[in-house]
């Protein structure tokens, strides 16, 4: 974390300028540096915008009453690290529960790429796959699987469930007619709070 130096009330009236001219331009100096930290500052395009929102500490937010809201951090429900939350007059909404997703096709492998916080997808035999998220994805083995895929027989009665098997592991099971079948392909996303 940095630290700006800054003067309160100079330049101050009773003062020769020149007194106060050391502290001014360290406080302009500052200013600019402050800027620097999460915004594209002076001279730069485009300047004023963000480039991060740093957020420092967590902060439990009290009432808001509309049309005023807030955004911080505080505890997480499945462990206390920071997890970032939106907060208006009618409640509080978790804004980080997607911990991981993938794209994988009928082989298991993760296609073109596609996916977050996935370590491993691997094909266990037919219509059943498991998958590994990286380490700290999530917390524990307290969170949720959606599933989607695309069939290769769309009419025929098709499910898909899973089942966690420890903590950032799970298994992916495709059934058609109760019998195990690999989908065409398939996507998931995983969410914590």
Same mark, same amino acid.
């Given at each position: 974390m940095?630290?700006?130096s ?23 100096? /500052? !200013?600019e ?6 915004? %594209? =500052? ?6 004023? @915008?963000? +480039? ?16 005023q809201s ?11 690290v920071?997890?970032?939350f939106?907060?208006?007059?009618n ?29 491993? /997808? !691997? ?7 498991? %998958? =590994? ?6 917390? @524990?083995? +307290? ?21 966690i098997?420890g ?27």
């Amino acid at each position: 974390m940095s630290s700006f130096s800054y003067s309160r009330d100079i330049p101050d009236g009773p003062n020769n300028p020149t007194q106060d001219q050391p502290n001014m331009k360290i406080n302009t100096n /500052s !200013i600019e540096d402050i800027l620097n930290v999460d915004h %594209v =500052t002076f001279r730069q395009v485009p300047g004023g @915008t963000h +480039k991060q929102l740093t957020i420092s500490s967590k902060n439990v937010a009290g009432l808001q009453t509309d049309p005023q809201s807030v955004v911080y951090t505080d505890n997480g429900t499945a462990s206390t690290v920071a997890q970032l939350f939106f907060r208006n007059q009618n409640r509080i909404f978790h804004l980080s529960p997607i911990r991981a997703w993938g794209f994988a096709d009928s082989s298991g492998a993760i296609s073109n790429s596609q996916s977050f916080n996935v370590s491993t /997808s !691997i094909k266990n035999s037919a219509g059943n796959y498991s %998958v =590994t998220l990286v380490a700290n994805a999530v917390s @524990t083995d +307290k969170f949720a699987v959606l599933v989607s895929y695309q069939s290769n027989t769309p009419t025929a009665a098709r499910n898909c469930s899973y089942a966690i098997t420890g903590v950032g592991t799970f298994d992916l099971f495709f059934n058609v007619v109760a019998i195990p079948q690999d989908p065409v392909n398939f996507s998931f996303i995983v969410l914590q709070i």
